[in-house]
């Protein structure tokens, strides 16, 4: 009864490699989203995607693609990895992107995170 | 943009002493949540402050929100070895949650 899964939990992998993670949500929402965690546990959004639609990218290299083929599924394929790519990647999700509004109670629901380790 | 800042980054304590950690911004919060990370794991949302002077307590954790909305505050009693994790603050922007840095929070029994 896993609410958000990503897969796998840990990756390990060479410069220049590409590689994919995959998250599935079954909460029903509309929103997901891609986070990273530095090593200095800083979490930063990089991708938002609304019923398949992306909505934000906050500057992200181009090596990065998400990907979502429903509004269940959001994917994350990494080209040319690189060592500064090593950190923790969370996929998320929300019922609306616009639940961020004044009163929004709802929380953000969280995957266990892809430890990503570049070598 | 909105920067959040947390303070301290790092908290190391006996079991049962009492703690506080801060969220500050430059600019007023439509609404704050207070996240907790363990080991391993994914932020779990502990609490969603909307209004300014609001105080919403979780069994030991007190939390509160600045009356002007530019800060909070969360405020843990009588720390537990079970308490120990990340604790982020995250505020709503242009339909995304950005967090704070972070405080890391270890108690030891």
């Known amino acids: 009864d896993t609410a958000v899964s990503q897969t796998p939990k840990y990756l390990v992998t060479q410069m220049g490699n590409d590689k994919s993670i995959k998250c599935e949500q079954n909460l029903g929402h509309d929103t997901m989203y891609w986070y990273k965690q530095d090593s200095k546990k800083f979490l930063k959004i990089m991708f938002s995607y609304n019923n398949k639609e992306l909505i934000i990218n906050e500057t992200v290299p181009n090596r990065f693609s998400p990907k979502s083929p429903d509004k269940a599924h959001l994917n994350l394929h990494i080209n040319s990895l690189e060592l500064g790519d090593s950190a923790v990647y969370f996929c998320?999700?929300?019922?609306?992107?616009?639940?961020?509004?004044?009163?929004?109670?709802?929380?953000?629901?969280f995957g266990n995170g892809t430890r990503l380790t570049v070598t | 943009t909105q920067l959040l800042e947390q303070s301290p980054q790092f908290l190391s304590i006996q079991e049962g002493e009492n703690l506080t950690v801060y969220c500050n911004s430059s600019?007023?919060?439509?609404?704050l949540q207070w996240y907790r990370q363990e080991p391993g794991e994914g932020p779990v949302l502990l609490v969603t402050?909307?209004?300014?002077?609001e105080v919403k307590k979780l069994k030991r954790l007190t939390f509160q929100f600045g009356d002007a909305r530019k800060d909070s505050s969360l405020h843990i009693t009588a720390a537990q070895p079970g308490d120990t994790g990340l604790y982020l603050c995250?505020?709503?922007?242009?339909?995304?949650?950005?967090f704070g840095q972070g405080t890391t929070l270890q108690v030891k029994p």
């Open positions: 600019s007023v919060f439509s609404s």
């Open positions: 998320a999700s929300s019922p609306s992107q616009s639940i961020w509004r004044q009163g929004s109670t709802t929380p953000l629901h």
């Open positions: 402050v909307v209004t300014g002077g």
């Open positions: 995250g505020s709503g922007n242009t339909g995304k949650l950005i």
